[in-house]
Nanobody, 116 residues
């Protein structure tokens, strides 16, 4: 019943845009913080953006002003709108819940590749 499914990745040229989706089960979604992480090839996973159950947002400095995180509670889905993409944004993007019991659970991720 517990699941996190990322989608929306793809190949895009620098300056382009993508919209990622994170579909989650209600148990780990309703009222909880949802995070977007990314893991570039050969590098450690890093936090990109977070949105609390009340809608407060936080962004990594590297994406501030370019990425927007939002949530649709009726659909148990969190989105990451990514604009002005750069090659440095290339990574596997994963979502994660702040729910105490499932905060170490990860989906398979979605690949974002930005060409120069």
């Amino acid at each position: 019943q517990v699941q996190l499914v990322e989608s929306g990745g793809g190949l895009v040229q620098a300056g382009g845009s993508l919209r990622l989706s994170c579909a989650a089960s209600g148990t780990i979604f309703n009222g909880y913080t949802i995070n977007w992480y990314r893991q570039p090839p050969g590098k450690q996973r890093e936090l990109v953006a977070s949105i609390t159950g009340r809608g407060s947002t936080n962004y990594a400095d590297s994406v501030k002003g370019r990425f927007t995180i939002s949530r649709d509670d009726a659909k148990n889905t969190v989105y990451l709108q990514m604009n002005s993409l750069k090659p440095a944004d290339t990574a596997v993007y994963l979502c994660n819940t702040g729910h105490y019991s499932y905060r170490n659970y990860w989906g398979r991720g979605t690949q974002v590749t930005v060409s120069s």
